[in-house]
């Protein structure tokens, strides 16, 4: 008893101490946990050893990452990404598994070890990326985008490579017939757990809703977790699977960031627990005695991932720029490297030389992708010329685009806030331009008559190409401070009296903006729309007793000029999900409701409404009227949520109803 409490002291004093330096580094702190395993570990100090009870209870860390990922899931959200997350991210996937699968044959190794090894390699880390991202504000940038993509389908991938591990370790001499017994439970369980769980999950949470205490929620979030796992186990597959198929279950209710939020301690302090019982398994000896092969390994493996990530960008058809930069951000190892490295060596699949040179490899990754990433854009625009001109030429369509605008208004960002301000800025007449850099919400804004083009605004030729020396305003309607900061920074320095408005989540940072350059700082969404569209007005010139006029109107008509907003990529996961959204959809001769009329079309049926029609050649939007036949061209405007647009859309394509 005394021995387990020094041993867990030992880990807790380790990991604050450890993980506090780390952070104050800006790495990541799964690196510092792997640093307490290594050290601590039986080949190193041998303080604490590799104990059966420590790894199990560290394996719930691993149940608990399944769950939060599958919360992150939903039906429409895939649908959504579909290209990027099933070309880009199983291209990657496959080939990176068969080469290994290759390489590992010619070494001389088994299939299951070589399977093993590619499995593990193939994964990149969350963590590491979605981190550099959001602090260098490459989120909505397409490399960004890309980069979210291919992480999103390795996260699926690990069920099945999972599943199939389980399989080769416990039947390894019938595994074919094994694996299509396993294949079949799996189908007839997950039939039955999503045609079944999402209606009983919804009574159940409700239930236990109703009796308004945290402490019982939670450990109805553990039991549904556990209990998911359980079954799945049961069947014969792993527990990762049930504790994703319950996060995904979950998501569809209304408690999803509820259960997110009170499941991130249980998560994060047992999953550290997994990452230290995995640097215990490294022998450093094993680096310092194969220093010159595991370097070489090292680097072989990160110019094959960041290749092979690159070359299929651009077969799915971006630019090898925007490939080069995302093979760079994706091209470490992740944290299911070591999940898949730990069941592989649970089922005796992989142990020895191969294990160690792999997590050497792993880690070392690790180690250096925060210090490469940094540098995606200098390496991308050294390796590949045309990437610069072509981001010349995207600088010139934006001049081509505003160069006649003058006195203009210049929107940085054309999200939900942005879109709010556009459409009051119509209503005065003024002229703007807006910026945005997620190039979905662009196409979709653009094709529905707004003026929207795709430019990232930090950038002082972007800016400058947009009309900055003859703009009357800048506002900045981003969500994150920095990426704010950034523009504020290129505007201070060649225009420091051009008006500017900003728009914060609170009034925490307004001290800050204002010094940076920002003449008014407003706070957030509806409201804050409204207030931050009635500074521009008065800022621009518009009589104050209009604004204040029209303000009231706008609030006397409940906001109907805010319904429904486009949406792009990097509202997928926002809270925002379940409002109503607009979507823009184009008619082509093949389709089915091409030449009919509008009120031959069941809109109502899908708990869809049109908002606009757009004919080309005709500047202004028509108000939609029953008698109306659609025709090629024609652009509808439609609210509604994301799945009813979607199961619309297919309609209007094919007549097919869901």
Known sequence: MFDSLIHLLLLLTSSVFA?????????????????????????????????????????????????????????????AMRKTLFGLGGGQVILTLVVSLVLGKMAG?????????????????????????????????????????????????????????????????????????????????????????????????????????????????????????????????????????????????????????????????????????????????????????VILLLALYLLFKMGLIAVLTKFYGFEMGVGVRTGIILGQAGEFTFVVLALGLQTHLIDGDALQLVLSVAVLSMLVAPFIIQYNGRIARYLVKSYTRNSIKGVDTIQEHSQELSGHVIICGYGRSGQYLGRFLREENIPYVALDMDASRVQEAASAGENVIYGDASRRSVMEAAGLARAKAVIISYAETRGTMKVLDVIKERHPNLPVIVRTHDDSEMDELRAAGAHEVVPEILEGSLMLASHALVTLGVPLNRVVKRIRLFREERYKMFKGYFRGVSDADASTASLPQLHSVEMYKNFYAHGLRLDHIPFEDFAVEVKQLRRPNMPEPIVPRGDIVLNEGDVLVLLGSNAALIAMEVYLISGRKP
Do not use: C
């Open 109 to 293: 190794l088994s299939l299951t070890t070589a399977f093993i090894i590619g499995a593990a390699l193939t994964m990149s880390s969350t963590a590491i990326v979605s981190k550099i991202l959001m602090e260098r504000v490459d989120l909505n940038s397409r490399h960004g985008r890309l980069s979210i993509g291919v992480l999103l389908f390795q996260d699926l991938a690990v069920i099945p490579i999972l599943v199939l591990i389980q399989t080769l370790g416990a039947h390894s001499n019938n595994w074919l017939d094994v694996l299509g017994l396993t294949l079949l439970k799996s189908s007839i369980l997950l039939f039955l757990l999503f045609k079944f769980g999402k209606n009983i999950l919804n009574f159940w949470f409700e239930l236990v809703a109703k009796q308004r205490s945290r402490e019982l929620f939670v450990l109805n979030v553990l039991m549904v977790t556990l209990l998911m796992s359980a079954a799945t186990n049961f069947a014969g597959l792993s527990y990762a699977l049930g504790a994703f198929v319950a996060g995904m279950l979950i998501s569809e209710t209304k408690y999803r960031y509820q259960v997110e939020s009170d499941i991130a301690p249980f998560r994060d302090i047992l999953l550290g627990l997994f990452f230290i019982s995995v640097g215990m398994l490294l022998d450093v000896r094993v680096i310092l005695d194969h220093a010159l092969l």
């Open 19 to 79: 993980v506090g330096l780390f952070r104050i580094l800006g790495m990541p702190a799964i690196l510092a946990y792997f640093m307490i395993g290594i050290v601590l570990g039986p080949h190193a100090l041998g303080l604490i050893q590799d104990e059966e009870t420590g790894r199990q209870v560290a394996e719930f860390g691993i149940v608990f990452l399944m769950f939060s990922i599958g919360l992150e899931f939903s039906l429409p959200k895939l649908y």
